[in-house]
């Protein structure tokens, strides 16, 4: 259960999509962006359920597990990453690693069905979920539905054959 979104912060929440500005998270004490609604709506559930019992005393965020808790607290740390190119400091090595993609503009995460690519593989995981959800290519001719493009193509040679 998501808890209840004030009306101020709400109604931006909506007038962001609208107007395909980043979404911006619309719980209190939280203005986190992101680059889709899929990413904002995994965060809402992930970090502002009601069912999470382990709650960040700093920050008000909310886990499901003890060890969520423990490794959401390092991002509080005193002992903080740099970039090298930006100066943007972050809590963990990892995290770095990651940003350091978006300035090379590495993305190592290519979905098979429609061949994007991603920075992360949770967001990966994400877009695959949420765009292509089971049977989401179909075939034009005897509309067939698969599960990536690359079954689609082989199935479609089929249709040359004959």
């Not at 619309?26 to 962006?33: A, G, I, M, V």
């Amino acid at each position: 259960m998501v808890q209840k979104q004030s009306g101020k912060r709400y109604k931006k929440y909506h007038i962001n999509i609208e107007n395909q500005m980043k979404p911006t998270c619309p719980q209190p004490n939280c203005s986190k962006e992101f680059s889709s609604t899929t990413l904002l709506k995994a965060h809402i559930r992930k970090v502002h359920c009601a069912d999470r019992k382990y709650m960040c005393s700093r920050c008000g965020a909310a886990h499901a597990a003890a060890y969520l808790l423990k490794r959401h607290l390092l991002m509080h740390a005193d002992s903080k990453e740099t970039c090298p190119v930006c100066r943007k400091t972050l809590s963990l090595r990892t995290n770095l690693t990651v940003h350091l993609r978006t300035h090379t503009n590495t993305r190592p995460h290519k979905c098979a069905v429609c061949y994007k690519s991603f920075v992360r593989k949770a967001t990966l995981n994400l877009h695959q979920k949420f765009v292509h959800r089971s049977g989401d290519v179909e075939c034009e001719k005897c509309h067939a539905k698969f599960k990536s493009r690359a079954e689609w193509s082989r199935h479609k040679s089929s249709h040359r054959t004959q």
